[in-house]
């Protein structure tokens, strides 16, 4: 069982950054590949990024490449995903999410077997 908490969303101008963070609980936290994902109201919640159970592999979604980074700190549990040059369209409650690492790196939802309670994430123009 690994339970998430995400924290530091909030409001941000256009052009700015925010870094969230995620806060996993239990031993096991190292293995599980761990994801960000995001869902903006009338819309599908969507894949953002995604890093394997030790680092060493990292995916995003197209519409934050060069953007957002994802981090993880196995030592203290948690996953950061820092997000600069933030758009209107970033406008979203974004989740965390973990994979049990044996099955692959996957950036389809319905493939994660734990999620956190989201935190907002507003970009003004």
């Known amino acids: 069982q690994v339970q998430l908490v995400e924290s530091g969303g909030g409001l941000v101008q256009a052009g700015g950054s925010l870094r969230l963070s995620c806060a996993a609980s239990?031993?096991?936290?190292?293995?599980?590949?761990m994801g960000w994902f995001r869902q903006a109201p009338g819309k599908e919640r969507e894949f953002v990024a995604v890093?394997?159970?030790?680092?060493?592999?990292?995916y995003y979604a197209d519409s934050v490449k060069g953007r957002f980074t994802i981090s993880r700190d196995n030592a203290k549990n948690t996953v950061s995903l820092q997000m600069n040059s933030l758009k209107p369209e970033d406008t979203a409650v974004y989740y965390c999410?973990?994979?049990?690492?044996?099955?692959?790196?996957?950036?389809?939802?319905?493939?994660?077997?734990?999620w956190g309670q989201g935190t907002q994430v507003t970009v003004s123009s």
């Open positions: 890093i394997s159970w030790n680092g060493g592999s990292t």
């Open positions: 999410a973990a994979r049990f690492y044996a099955y692959g790196l996957r950036s389809e939802g319905h493939e994660y077997d734990y």
């Open positions: 239990g031993r096991t936290f190292r293995s599980y590949h």
